[in-house]
């Protein structure tokens, strides 16, 4: 589907969809992989999950909390039928659960600063050779910025770093971040085949 087919479109000046060349990467990734099960935290109106949708022939679980942009999501990802699910949910009640069984490909592009929080639950859920993925890393360039952030980006920003440092020091994940869009982590979790 094209963007411009995606309700929800029109109802904000400010539309949170992934920048063209992440979209790219995150299409090519899918393609090669071949994940069976993925997770995404960050639904919105659901164009990147039509996107990995598209990619794969993977079932996509995606988490959106705001119930209004969920139910879009759910109009605009009808297509897929029953290869997708659409939960209303926080992530982190969702991913605490220890009945949801475990991901080929995590797409992490929720609140910010709360990557670093679900770090070890997105570890545990992924599977051996599985990737994980999180968009806006480098957070408008803050990130990579010296000198001081303002007051309130400074927690969103302190916990970006937090999160790549853990992802990049973590014997568990050999990991990369590559400047697409606005910084794209992709880290793939050993014991399994293949290269990040």
């Known amino acids: 589907m094209e963007k411009k087919e995606f309700l929800g479109f029109e ?3 400010y ?25 995404e ?6 164009y990147s999950a039509s996107v990995m949708l598209s990619a794969c022939d993977a079932m996509v679980v995606t988490l959106e909390k705001n119930a209004e942009n969920a139910e879009l999501a759910r109009k605009n990802l009808a297509p897929f039928g029953e290869r997708v699910t659409v939960v209303t949910s926080d992530a982190f009640l969702y ?24 770090l070890p639950f997105l ?3 992924l599977n051996e050779g599985g ?13 990579r910025q010296a000198g001081e952030v303002k007051h309130k980006l400074r927690t969103i ?12 020091l973590d014997e568990d994940l050999e990991s990369e971040i590559l400047d697409i869009g606005d ?4 880290s793939r979790k050993r014991g399994g085949h293949g290269q990040a």
């Open 11 to 13: 109802k904000d000046e």
């Open 15 to 39: 539309v949170p969809i992934m920048k063209d060349e992440s979209m790219s990467f995150l299409s090519q990734l899918c393609a090669r992989e071949k994940p069976k099960r993925i997770l």
């Open 41 to 46: 935290i960050g639904t919105y109106i659901g």
């Open 95 to 118: 991913i605490a659960r220890d009945d949801i069984g475990k991901f080929d490909l995590i797409f992490l592009d929720g609140p910010k600063a709360q990557y670093i929080n679900y």
């Open 123 to 125: 570890k545990e859920l």
């Open 131 to 143: 990737v994980l993925v999180a968009d806006n890393v480098y957070f408008h360039g803050l990130v």
């Open 157 to 168: 920003v302190v916990n970006l770093r937090k999160f790549i440092d853990a992802i990049c």
């Open 183 to 186: 910084g794209l982590s992709v």
